[in-house]
């Protein structure tokens, strides 16, 4: 005979169901907490092609603040302005770090992108980021058009200078504008690379977005323990190895013909009597399993992330 079952326990199932769905809910709401750099940009063409980009960059983070570690911009010349490698990104609210660039472009104004990476040290971890941005063209430019002009035509006379431009600008820069328009479109949206370094493990990880295009890389170790990360589009992957001195790990990836070395880095307050200290307590642990799709994109894949991106736009010109 089965015993009827009491109330209790009824209400002892459902707080037992709500607890686990909170610490569910707790999990995936985690990875949104991943520290990385926000850029912006946007920028301001003259009619002679000079372009002038105004880049904008703040913190995800609230609580601390973090250190500039990389800039690459496309559009040649330097970056002026507060913004720079070394600079201090401070917390969300404290304001953002600016920066311009200004070049004249011969023909069509190619894509503008910033990719700036960051760092952050947060409970005896390092946290490095990395986020790209390209510029849009901004609502904002003015009168900046107006003497541009003056190079564009030698005439005095407006409407030869126009005769001219109407009958090239339909068949120049509307080949112009597809060729670029629809590389855009067609190019996949870029995977995020993040690593994170806890005392004892150093954790690869990629966000694979659900535009992305799937790919792989091998990861091996200066004692030549290898292991391959898989990235498929919509998923995010992980390859973790034992953490400690001269650690170095080269990634490789299936889509481009060079690799990345990466150093490991022991995050300050590590335990100095041999570690035990800092790695037995359940929650330091807990936190670098659960912490492992939060980090922030790393100086990890630096090199890789760069070689990424040009090795999917040789794959578009390819395909055009």
């Known amino acids: 005979m089965n ?8 209400i002892a199932a459902i707080a037992a169901g709500a607890l686990i769905g909170i610490a569910g809910a707790a999990t995936v709401a985690t990875p949104a907490f991943a520290h990385h750099p ?49 600079a201090t990104l401070k917390k969300q609210g404290d304001g953002p770090l600016t920066g311009t660039q200004t070049h004249t472009f011969t023909g069509a104004i190619p894509e503008l992108k910033l990719t700036v990476g960051a760092h952050w040290e947060r409970d005896g971890r390092n ?3 990395e986020r790209s941005v390209t510029a849009v063209p901004s609502t904002d430019c003015g009168p900046t058009e107006s ?7 030698s005439s005095p006379t407006p409407a030869p200078t126009k005769s001219p431009e109407v009958t090239p600008s339909p068949s120049t820069s509307t080949p112009a504008s597809p060729s670029a328009t629809p590389s855009l479109p067609a190019e996949p949206e870029e995977p995020v690379f993040e690593l994170e370094q806890t ?8 966000k694979n977005p659900a535009k992305g295009i799937p790919f792989s890389a091998t990861m091996t170790t200066e004692k030549g323990v290898t ?29 481009v013909e060079d690799s990345e070395t990466i150093p490991y880095t022991q995050p ?4 100095q009597g041999g570690g035990g200290e800092e790695d037995e307590p359940t929650l330091p642990l807990t936190g670098a399993a659960t912490g492992g799709i939060i980090a922030g994109a790393a100086l990890l894949l630096a090199a890789g992330a760069v070689l990424f991106v040009v090795a999917r736009r040789r794959r578009v010109r390819f395909t055009a």
């Open 199 to 206: 005392c004892d493990k150093m954790t690869f990880i990629v």
């Open 268 to 271: 300050k307050n590590c335990g």
């Open 3 to 10: 015993p009827p079952k009491s109330p209790f326990r009824r």
């Open 227 to 255: 292991k391959t990360l898989v990235s498929e589009p919509g998923k995010t992957s992980s390859v973790s190895f034992d953490a400690y001195a001269g650690l170095k790990v080269t990634v490789k990836y299936d889509v």
């Open 147 to 153: 003497p541009s002009p003056s190079p564009s035509s």
């Open 38 to 86: 926000e850029p912006t940009g946007s920028y301001c063409a003259a009619k002679d092609g000079t372009v002038t980009v105004t880049w904008s960059v703040i913190s995800s983070e609230t609580d601390i603040d973090g250190v500039i570690t990389k800039l690459e911009s496309t559009v040649p010349g330097d970056i002026t302005g507060g913004l720079a490698v070394g």
């Open 127 to 129: 946290a490095d980021g």
